[in-house]
Nanobody, 119 residues
Framework: QVQVVESGGGLVQPGGSLRVSCAASGSIGKIMAIRWYRQAPGKEREWVAT???????NYEDSVKARFIASINNAKRRLHLQMNSLKPEDTAVYFCDWALSDGGTTYDYWGQGTQVTVSS
């Protein structure tokens, strides 16, 4: 079984920075991709970024140039550095590890971490 845990959320003022992390443990297999999503109150969950094991990341337009993802393959950990935060970035942030057992790819989700941007 695979466990995924997000951490690092909190309260930050507009314009500030915060780093959230996502760690996976257990029988991980091959990492295909790791995705960040967020869900604001009353809204649908939306995609934020996708990182592959070569440390290449694609970002949703509204966070591009403000958010930076980095992966530590050995430690099975992904970080999302969030800069120039805006109130509209307030959401629960989730990570999704897409892992392959050599045949099928499965998605493993964490419980989410709350990020609140407010003065």
């Amino acid at each position: 079984q695979v466990q995924v845990v997000e951490s690092g959320g909190g309260l930050v003022q507009p314009g500030g920075s915060l780093r959230v992390s996502c760690a996976a443990s257990g029988s991980i297999g091959k990492i295909m991709a790791i995705r960040w999503y967020r869900q604001a109150p009353g809204k649908e969950r939306e995609w934020v970024a996708t990182t592959t094991t070569d440390n290449t990341t694609n970002y949703e337009d509204s966070v591009k140039a403000r958010f930076i993802a980095s992966i530590n393959n050995a430690k099975r950990r992904l970080h999302l550095q969030m800069n120039s935060l805006k109130p509209e970035d307030t959401a629960v942030y989730f990570c999704d590890w897409a892992l392959s057992d050599g045949g099928t790819t499965y998605d493993y989700w964490g419980q989410g971490t709350q990020v609140t941007v407010s003065s």
